[in-house]
């Protein structure tokens, strides 16, 4: 079993495991579009104002996660060989519940347990 990631499966993760979050983002981002569209308020800039930093907020978000999950080599686990981890011997992989790297691990060190 060899471990590919494909592109943007950093980005494809955060958003399912917080696809909550992202829908109530999106929904926030059209209620005030469509306020600023149907009515005309003294605080139509202060509205604008909260749309862009909304929408900016999600994409800074998603590009961070995109820079460290998906370009940033963090799983191909060089850094490991900058720790001097042995090649050999046991290893313990402590995660949240999603696993991404024991499969890589196997992959890198075949003799170790």
Not at 27 to 41: E, K
Not at 70 to 94: A, F, H, R
């Amino acid at each position: 079993m060899e471990s590919v990631r494909i592109p943007l499966q950093g980005v494809k993760n955060i958003i399912r495991f917080n696809w909550h979050f992202y829908l109530l983002s999106v929904c926030m981002l059209i209620t005030i579009l469509l306020a600023n569209i149907i009515f005309n308020s003294p605080y139509l800039i202060l509205s604008r104002i909260l749309f862009v930093l909304l929408a900016a907020a999600i994409l800074l978000s998603t590009l961070t996660s995109y820079f460290v999950y998906d370009l940033s080599g963090l799983y191909k686990l060089q850094w490991l060989e900058k720790l001097g981890v042995k090649t050999n011997g046991w290893m313990v992989n402590i995660h949240s519940g999603f696993d991404e790297t024991s499969i890589i691990l196997e992959e890198k060190y075949p003799d170790a347990e």
